[in-house]
């Protein structure tokens, strides 16, 4: 079993009967849904609300039943995957072009589990790409702003054409190389007109299941504070 699985196959144990269940994307999540569609085939009553409609499609195939976010009351539990983790439990997210309904669920979630295998944690984040969600409407300058600033722009592209997220806009991906103030970096970032959402997840991960070769760790929150 590779360390994605394992982590997987952990963080399922957090989820109990009757549960509002926010699934995340990724592949790592994949390896979730599919141990989650056998509890539920064995008995688990869950409801879901998911984050992508690739993690719907999965869901719904494997049976299990996926609501709309404003349908529910509150999500207990949000489940998902991540580029990077730092030491506070900050991350960057994106890496599947999903992170506007992921934050936006978490948000919405009493708790927040991410799993991830070892090669995710890092010291500082920044080495993997920061997916920047935009408007497509006047992308391109907002990409220019982004090369001004010296943030190394890329868009996002797929099969030769710009990639289009679920709400219809354009990632581009900021090469930074490490980010030495996630709050600040956010403020700013997000401060520009045309951005939706930006891949900086910041206190949000309560904790992180980590697949460490044939096992896992876990690691907590220090700061419950919440934004
Ligand atoms: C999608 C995400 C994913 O959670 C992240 O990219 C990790 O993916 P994987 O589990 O495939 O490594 O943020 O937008």
Known sequence: MIEKQ???QKAV????DGMTIGLGTGSTVAFLINELAEKVKGGLRIKAVSTSSSTTHLASLLGIEVFDLNKVAMIDLTIDGADEVDENLDGIKGG????????????????????VDSSKLVKKLGKFPLPIEVIKFGSEKIYNNFADMKLNPQFRMKEGKKFVTD???FIIDLKLITIENVVETERLLKSMTG????GLFNKIADL?????????ITLKKRDQTKN
């Open 167 to 169: 709400n219809g806009n």
């Open 6 to 8: 394992i982590a997987a």
């Open 208 to 216: 992180v299941v980590v697949g460490v070769e044939d096992e896992t």
């Open 195 to 198: 951005v939706v959402e930006t």
């Open 13 to 16: 144990e957090f989820v109990k």
């Open 96 to 115: 599947g072009g999903a992170l506007l309904y992921e934050k936006i669920v978490a948000k919405n979630s009493e708790q927040n589990i991410w799993i």
